[in-house]
């Protein structure tokens, strides 16, 4: 009975290891040995239906090393029939309200199609007006004593704005509600908030 004991403990791991394995082997799937390769054409890699990240990278490789699936043919006739990509949105109209980064001071920044209005104060000494337009998603303002420039989205501008020599990191976030964007007084409180 003594020798049967140690072979009855190894067996008994066997089968638990082998099960164990088993079990493993069927809810993984396939190894990357058995993933067949694809071909990408380069319609597939200019990522035309947005299935990248939303920030413009590319979608993650594949674990296993296999390339994207390449993207579906169209006939002559969907293609014809396929609307034509949407034009430029319309441009943004709303007052943001932030800060610099280290709370040296306050903006506000009104936005009315291509116009743009901007306050910036500290509370004690600095109190400055910006004018311009945006561009394609870029602002550049101009004041007595400064400039502001950022990079916008429908609810958020990230800049630099410099005054009286000195320079500061800011963002603002879209204030909804705001029913004259670009009205001074509207600005110069946002801004002193």
Do not use: H
């Not at 890699?45 to 990240?53: I, L, N, R, V």
């Not at 509370?123 to 502001?148: A, V």
């Amino acid at each position: 009975m003594r020798a049967r004991g140690p072979l009855l403990t190894l067996l008994a791991v066997l089968a638990v290891g082998a099960a164990v394995f088993t079990v493993n082997a069927v809810l993984v799937g396939p190894g990357p040995a058995q993933v067949p390769a694809q071909v990408v054409t380069p319609a597939a890699q200019q990522d035309p239906y947005g299935a990248s990240d939303g920030y413009g990278a590319a979608p993650a490789a594949d674990p296993y090393g296999a390339a994207p699936a390449p993207a579906p043919e169209q006939s002559p006739q969907a293609a014809q029939a396929a609307p034509a990509p949407a034009a430029q949105a319309a441009p943004v109209t709303g007052a943001f309200a932030g800060r610099s980064a280290g709370n040296e001071v306050t903006l506000a920044i009104g936005r009315d199609g291509d116009r743009v209005v901007a306050y910036v104060c500290d509370g004690k000494k600095i109190e400055s007006w910006f004018q311009g337009t945006t561009t394609d998603g870029k602002l550049q303002l101009s004041g007595t004593d400064g400039e502001l420039t950022a990079d916008t989205t429908d609810t958020a501008v990230l800049g630099t704005v410099a005054v009286g020599g000195k320079s500061w990191p800011f963002s603002a976030q879209l204030k909804k509600g705001v029913a004259a964007p670009t009205d001074r007084a509207t600005l110069s409180e946002l801004g002193s908030a």
